[in-house]
């Protein structure tokens, strides 16, 4: 698993739940809850950073693919945009989308975004089928899974608990993916690539 994976995983879980409760499926039960127009809104201010950051987490990746390593050019072009996001408390929605845009639009090559793409294709594709295996597991058993010993639940009987604010911190707060853990260490290793070229 690549080291930036955790965290986009984590991510997509928060996205795709909120997703899911927005709808208000019958069959949820009691214990769902409805997407607050603030929930929403928050979801919102941080997509950007999250689609920069699945951008980012990939582009190690292009060097393994066959004619899509980052050449020396774009190297140097790329260096000061991640070393920006290494060292920023925080990022805004405004700034990632900037630095998106730089990286697409005038870094990388048709090819190489297109390779990016299949990645992160077949990347949700995992994640959906570790979905339906963890979904497929918890019927078996039953919602306590094997002798009632399942999850543990917040107050609201939810699995996620007291856990608000997901990566973004209980009140939305400061928030740059790239700042600390595996995904730091990630960027900081790729880094290290780009500087040799």
Known sequence: MNPSTPLILTVAA????????????????????????DMRARMAQFQPI????????LLPELEKVKGQAVSKAQAKQLLPILQTLQKASSIKGADATKYLTQIEDKIL???????????QLKREQERRARMTQGQTGQN???PGGAQGQGRPQGQNGSAQGGARG???????GAFN???????????????????KK
Do not use: C, E, H, W
């Not at 689609?51 to 987490?57: F, G, I, M, P, R």
């Not at 993916?177 to 500087?195: C, E, H, M, S």
């Open 109 to 119: 090559t048709d090819k190489q975004l297109t390779a990016i793409d299949s990645l």
């Open 140 to 142: 078996r058993f039953g």
């Open 50 to 57: 999250m689609d920069l950051a699945q951008t980012v987490a």
């Open 166 to 172: 997901g990566p973004f911190g209980a009140n939305g």
């Open 14 to 37: 928060v996205l795709a739940t909120a997703s899911a409760q927005s709808t208000g499926s019958p069959s949820t039960g009691a214990g769902a809850r409805t997407m607050t127009p």
């Open 177 to 195: 993916p790239f700042k600390n853990g595996r995904t730091a260490d990630a960027l900081k290793a790729y880094i290290t690539v780009l500087q």
